[in-house]
């Protein structure tokens, strides 16, 4: 498997995710980083499949209709999201890019339509999980309670190995794992929901 997590402008995480038998591509939350994205398919010659969005805030989304355009390739998002896709991803879909198999779990909470994808043992979390840190969830469609469920009642119950792959470069490291996150980040201190949502709502 071809794995790359991408960064040039910003602190927006972009990731290239390939088979490197077939050649076919995913890019996750293309964001700002355009030429960083072509330049990698290109050199590796890379056939663009799909667009995943973990969500569609904009700084996630931004360029999707580019890379839809000048790759032929399509858009995927989870169902409840406002974007224009060609295919629609629940809880449990699986993505094929050749024989690698992308599994998508739904985690709302920062948004509705948020999304983590499991692949292998990489996880990439969007903007539900960051290193050190979790998404806000005062925005329009955030939901403290329902991020409580993803984390704890979802990705807390994959193997502490499996390596976290963030949407933002907010922590000490770029990457980290489930382990290395439930011992280290504040947001994984034993609460229960009511706790959470307190936690969620301070400064």
């Known amino acids: 498997m071809f794995f790359k997590q991408i960064k040039e402008v910003g ?18 939350d293309p964001s700002f980083n355009v030429r ?4 990698v398919l290109e050199e590796n010659r890379l056939k663009l499949k799909y667009v995943i969005c973990t969500h ?3 700084d996630h989304v931004a360029e999707v209709d580019f ?12 169902k409840l999201s406002n974007l224009e896709k060609d295919i629609e991803l629940d809880d449990g879909s699986v993505i094929y890019l050749g024989s690698i ?9 920062h948004t509705e339509d948020s999304i983590c994808l499991l692949v292998d043992s990489k996880l990439l979390t969007g903007d ?31 193997d502490d190995s499996v390596e976290v792959y963030p949407g933002h470069d907010y922590g000490s490291t770029p990457s980290s794992t489930l ?14 929901i009511g706790e959470f949502v ?5 400064p």
Do not use: W
């Open 198 to 202: 307190s936690f969620m709502q301070s």
């Open 11 to 28: 602190d927006n995480f972009s990731y290239i995710i390939a088979d490197t038998v077939s050649r076919e591509a995913a890019v996750v």
């Open 36 to 39: 960083a994205i072509v330049r």
């Open 56 to 58: 569609s805030h904009f």
């Open 67 to 78: 890379f839809k355009t000048r790759f032929n390739s399509k858009v995927l998002a989870h």
């Open 179 to 192: 382990g290395l996150e439930k011992m280290t980040s504040d947001v994984f201190k034993k609460r229960n």
């Open 128 to 158: 539900t999980l960051f290193v050190g840190g979790c998404g806000r969830t005062d925005l329009p469609g955030g939901d403290a309670r329902k991020l409580y469920h993803s984390l704890f009642n979802k990705l807390l119950q994959l």
């Open 101 to 109: 198999k992308i599994k998508v779990i739904h985690t709302p909470g």
